[in-house]
């Protein structure tokens, strides 16, 4: 069986903890990889190393830092496939969707090649009488970014990329399900010419991540994750004295107009409910049809869109909608929860609990489901499924299914579908969530805007790639210089006497 490396000092190292987690293919249930599990010894010794590597790699030319990232990108395009194959064997997600996970994160990478101008810091000349005035934009030191399980190659590269850009040296501590990926990529930054010791990977769970949030040699925290563990890291890394930016877990509406094109909103839907079987934070999860002829028009497109989705494994046929979830564990809770949206009352218009794929009993695989009129009190709406289940909450009036999509306690993402465009503003302009889109179902950013949401799908000031991130992974200083006057008048040849 294979066991994956941590990643320290530019070698792959089997650290000292003895323990060791599971990793699955999902599609077939087996465990294919042991992965160790760090303790606070392994974590000190990655932090010691990349605290000894950040000064000279802060003191590098920004420019030069960013010639590494040109180069990560070219072999990132070079290994796409090889990447891709790793990342779909242990997520699941099929091989067009890891080469999406994969080209999200390069998209950063390729930003922050720009990062001598976003470095640049500010100048006043004259603040005062002879006083100059500047803010240099100074690393803060060694940083860490703790990753969820359904972006293995994005997130990892939208927290290190522009950390390491900026000057700092950079802790990952990958999710433990999905692991492999990141080990790659830290070889390819390797390769890329990045010195040894500014990209460690640390594999584990919470014992490694609480030893990363109580080091003293650590000054930055980014989290990705459900909503519980943001706040849980965001509150210790604060207290720590750290900076902490922590995003977690989502609801997003899809608010239905009854001017919208019905094929248009039932395709989207379809997409973004159900790629990558849900694991997405930016997942339309909850469908808003706009009065009940609305509802019934989209539930008569959805439904036999729903059940024409093709489930299978990451090396099956390419028309493969999604595959498996990424446990058992998540397979029984979704499941379970399914459960509950019967039992309160929900139709299940399409249901999938029955799926079973011949051949891969044993994977993970959850059929799709498609739920109508599910009420704000249900589970089913009140909880992040992360599962392909598509709620349909049927709303009265625009007015009502915008103060649902306010109300709800998530606030990452939300759509509205509309040919009006004084509706779509004003959905724009009020709703209380970070993303929005405006006839597009998955609003995610491109990587020179910032991403993040609102309430508790995010705890901290400054969102995720674009400007922020710089924000972020860097400190102002602020100089005040005066210099006094020298001699201006040539050289004396006279005995200079006090007078
Ligand atoms: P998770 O919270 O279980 O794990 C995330 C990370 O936290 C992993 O590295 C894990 O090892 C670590 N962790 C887990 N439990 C911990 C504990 N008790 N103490 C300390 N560390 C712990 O999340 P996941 O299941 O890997 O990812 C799915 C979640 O991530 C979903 O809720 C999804 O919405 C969210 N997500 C959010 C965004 C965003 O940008 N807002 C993006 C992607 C995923």
Redesign the pocket.
């Known amino acids: 069986m294979e066991t994956i490396s941590h990643f320290v000092d530019g070698n792959r190292v089997a650290g000292t903890s003895g323990r060791h987690g599971d990793v699955y293919n999902p599609a077939t249930g087996d465990v294919i990889a042991k992965v160790p599990m760090a303790n606070a010894d392994d974590v000190h010794a990655a932090v010691l190393g990349a605290a000894a590597a950040q000064t000279a790699w802060a003191a590098t030319n920004p420019q030069r830092r960013a010639r590494v990232l040109m180069s990560f990108v070219s072999l990132l395009n070079r290994d796409m496939d090889k990447l891709a194959v790793a990342l779909s064997r242990e997520h699941g997600k099929t091989l067009p969707d890891a080469r999406g996970d994969i080209q999200r994160g390069l998209e950063v990478a390729e930003f922050c090649i720009g990062a001598p101008h976003l470095l640049k810091g500010e100048f006043t000349d004259s603040a005062g009488p002879g006083i100059d005035m500047y803010s240099m934009r100074q690393p803060v030191g060694v940083v860490a970014g ?6 293995p190659a994005m ?1 990892p590269m939208w927290k290190f990329c522009p950390a390491i850009a900026a000057g700092n040296a950079f802790i990952l ?5 999905d692991p492999s990926v990141t080990v790659m990529l830290a070889e390819l930054m390797q390769e890329a010419g990045l010195p040894d010791s500014v990209l460690q990977v640390i594999h ?3 014992e ?3 030893a990363i ?1 109580d080091h003293p040699g650590v000054g930055a925290v980014g ?8 706040e ?2 965001y509150s210790r890394a604060s207290a720590n004295g750290k900076r902490a930016a922590c ?4 609801k997003n509406h899809m608010i239905v107009m009854p001017d919208a094109n019905m094929d248009q909103a039932a395709d989207a839907l379809v997409g973004s409910g159900y790629g990558a079987a849900g ?5 339309v999860s909850v469908a808003v049809p706009v009065g009940e002829a609305t509802a019934d028009a989209l539930i008569e497109k959805l439904v036999p869109r729903v059940e024409a989705l093709k489930v299978g494994p990451y090396t099956g046929e390419s028309d493969i909608d999604y595959g498996p979830l ?1 446990t058992r564990d ?1 397979k029984d809770r979704v499941l379970g929860l399914v459960q509950s949206g019967v039992d309160a009352g929900a139709e299940l218009v399409v249901d999938g609990r029955d799926f079973s794929l011949q051949g891969y009993e044993d994977g993970f695989f959850v059929g799709p489901h498609l739920f109508d009129r599910v009420s704000a009190d249900m589970d089913i709406y009140k909880t ?1 499924i ?1 599962g392909p289940v598509l709620s349909t909450v049927r709303a009265e009036s625009y007015e009502s299914a915008i103060t649902l999509a306010m109300d709800n306690e998530f606030g ?1 993402g939300a759509a509205i579908f509309t040919r009006d465009g004084d509706t779509a503003r004003d959905f724009a302009n009020r709703i209380n969530i970070g993303m929005v889109g405006i006839n597009v179902p998955i609003p995610v950013p491109l990587a020179f805007h910032t ?3 609102w309430k508790k ?2 705890f901290g000031d400054l969102n ?1 790639h674009g400007p922020d991130a710089f924000r972020f992974y860097t400190r102002t200083k602020t100089v005040t210089a005066r210099w006094p006057s020298g001699i201006k008048e040539g050289a004396a040849f006279s005995i200079p006497v006090m007078e």
């Open positions: 703790i990753t969820p399980f359904n972006f997130i501590k990958p999710s433990e399900r584990g769970d919470k490694a991540v609480d949030l989290f990705v994750g459900s909503t519980p563990i943001a849980y890291i995003f977690g877990g989502a694991e997405r934070c930016m997942a990424i998540a992040e992360f990452n991403f993040g949401g799908s995010a995720q």
